[in-house]
């Protein structure tokens, strides 16, 4: 196929788009635009090693500018896509130039949700390589050893600033409106252990408390909370989610609606030669049959595979998205499956109370489908629970999978009182 | 025949490489990944390229 593909946006989604098209024989021109002028990198180190400073910079890579020419992807970067004319199948970019194409494909991704909450300086969001290195500066750079960090939100980025803050040495406090860390996943019973997580390695948390102002500059703000407490800090981070990057969209006639509306390969609604991936796109769950966003990393790096098969192999298989996402949170590798909260957790394998902790919570569904799975440094049994929540498998399934492990067998244990 | 290469140190158990290749690839009981074969069959290089693509942290490469 000689056509020329455009992807917009230059991040894991739209990368691997790029390389894909190559490896499924796409012969024709790919142009990444990208609105950031870094070379692509990849963003789960942002809030662990690049935030430390464990990692150098380039480590995050995730095309070179000679990969992307080996491979014959034209990378324009540093500007932004501005509108999409799918008439005249061109795009107009910030800078007035014109990309005409064949098939394009959207990953523009989505963007930190703003703080709410204005100081004179001092409030950092953490979603480009820019907002991390503003934010290391803030956390390392010539301020005294220990001066507080509160952090707004205590969902993944927040859960993962707090513990690169703690290894920096920073005093770090969590608030968060709702009762447990990253509740919205997993929920309060299994959520507990990770306060207990913050607690261990030295962070305080404020859960089930918002925060109502933020007042002062960087190095001296003061944190209002709802429930009238005051927090001192020098530096506050708000992660409080993403919103998708559609705004360039408005006027193109695609379907919009918390992302690009698409079907379960991908393709734009009612559009013959646009696609969507990543976090801007609402893909069709052929299975739910209900059309949703999944931000995390392992589905957009599916999606690209999947959308570069349907552009050069149009009979190819529909995608069936399993929401699938890790965290690195001190000594705990967290890795969570499917989705939790539609069902609760009816079998609890391994401790978490334990040093090191090695557990695995399986959340079933009222027929004892097991419909997600959280597990704390054990990736042997998140792989089970992933392939048995893709075949429609059982809670006691999984549990017997898991178990029959011989070297895991010792550490079974299920939890009954843990739930009513 | 193409072969596939793991790197232990940068592998960290998150098993995408499993879903995407399962005949080649899998982890072993410390969240490891095993080259259940490290020749790449004609049959099984698409899925190949998809496990290596796949990784969060790029430990597997493909030689040809």
């Known amino acids: 196929m000689s056509d020329t593909v455009v992807v917009v946006g230059s991040s894991v989604a739209g990368v691997r788009t790029a390389q894909a098209l190559r490896n499924e024989g796409h012969d024709g021109g790919v142009i990444i635009v990208g609105e950031e002028s870094h070379l692509p990198y990849d963003k789960p180190p942002l809030s662990k090693q690049l935030l430390t400073g464990s990692w150098p910079v380039q480590r995050a890579s995730l095309m070179t500018a000679a990969d992307a020419a080996a491979a014959r992807i034209e990378l324009r970067l540093g500007v932004r896509a501005e509108q999409l004319d799918m008439f005249g199948r061109r795009i107009v970019l910030a800078n007035g130039e014109v990309v005409d194409y064949d098939r394009v494909?959207?990953?523009?991704?989505a963007s930190a949700r703003p703080s709410p909450w204005t100081a004179r300086s001092g409030i950092h969001v953490l979603r480009t390589l820019d907002d991390c290195l503003g934010l290391r500066q803030a956390l390392r750079a010539d301020s005294p050893v220990g001066r507080p960090v509160v952090i707004v939100g205590g969902g993944f980025v927040g859960a993962e600033v707090a513990a690169a803050a703690r290894?920096?040495?920073?005093?770090?406090?969590?608030?968060?409106?709702?009762?447990?860390?990253?509740g919205r996943v997993m929920g309060p019973e299994i959520g507990a252990h990770f306060i207990d997580l913050h607690h261990r390695h030295g962070v305080a948390t404020h859960f089930g408390v918002g925060v109502q102002a933020v007042e002062g500059s960087a190095g001296d703000l003061t944190v209002q909370l709802t429930d009238g407490s005051e927090l001192a800090a020098a530096t506050v981070v708000v992660g409080i989610g993403a919103t998708p990057n559609i705004g360039w969209l408005a006027g193109s006639a695609l379907l919009l609606d918390d992302g690009v509306v698409c079907d379960a390969q991908g393709r734009a609604i009612?559009?013959?030669s646009a696609y969507a991936v990543g976090d801007v796109?609402?893909?069709?769950?052929p299975a739910g049959r209900e059309c949703r966003r999944v931000e995390h990393w392992t589905n957009a790096a599916e999606q690209g595979?999947?959308?570069?098969?349907?552009?050069?192999?149009p009979d190819s298989r529909p995608h069936h998205p399993l929401e699938y996402v890790w965290s690195d949170?001190?000594?705990?590798?967290?890795?969570i499956v499917g989705r939790p909260l539609r069902g609760v957790p009816t079998e609890v394998l391994?401790?978490?109370?334990?040093?090191?902790?090695?557990?695995?919570?399986?959340?079933?569904?009222?027929?004892?489908?097991l419909v997600g799975a959280v597990t704390v440094n054990w990736p042997k049994a998140l792989l089970a629970c992933r392939r048995l929540i893709g075949l429609g498998g059982s809670v006691a399934a999984g549990r017997a999978q898991i178990s029959s492990s011989p070297r895991d067998r010792i550490a079974e244990k299920s939890a009954p009182g843990l739930i009513s | 025949?193409?072969?596939?290469?793991?790197?232990?140190g940068r592998c960290e158990g998150y098993a995408n490489c499993v879903i995407a290749a399962p005949e080649l690839l899998d982890i072993d009981d410390q969240g490891s990944v095993v080259l259940l074969q490290q020749e790449i069959p004609n049959s099984e290089r698409s899925r190949a390229d998809s496990a290596a693509r796949t990784c969060p942290v790029s430990a597997l490469t493909i030689d040809e």
Not at chain 1, 169 to 182: A, H, K, N, T, Y
């Open chain 1, 105 to 109: 494909v959207i990953a523009t991704g």
């Open chain 1, 281 to 285: 796109a609402r893909w069709l769950d």
């Open chain 1, 350 to 369: 391994g401790q978490f109370t334990d040093h090191p902790a090695k557990a695995a919570a399986l959340y079933g569904d009222e027929d004892g489908l």
């Open chain 2, 1 to 8: 025949m193409p072969i596939i290469r793991a790197d232990l």
């Open chain 1, 329 to 335: 949170q001190f000594d705990w590798k967290i890795q």
């Open chain 1, 270 to 272: 009612d559009a013959h």
């Open chain 1, 305 to 313: 595979q999947s959308v570069a098969q349907a552009i050069c192999h």
């Open chain 1, 167 to 182: 290894a920096l040495g920073r005093e770090v406090s969590i608030v968060d409106p709702l009762p447990v860390p990253i």
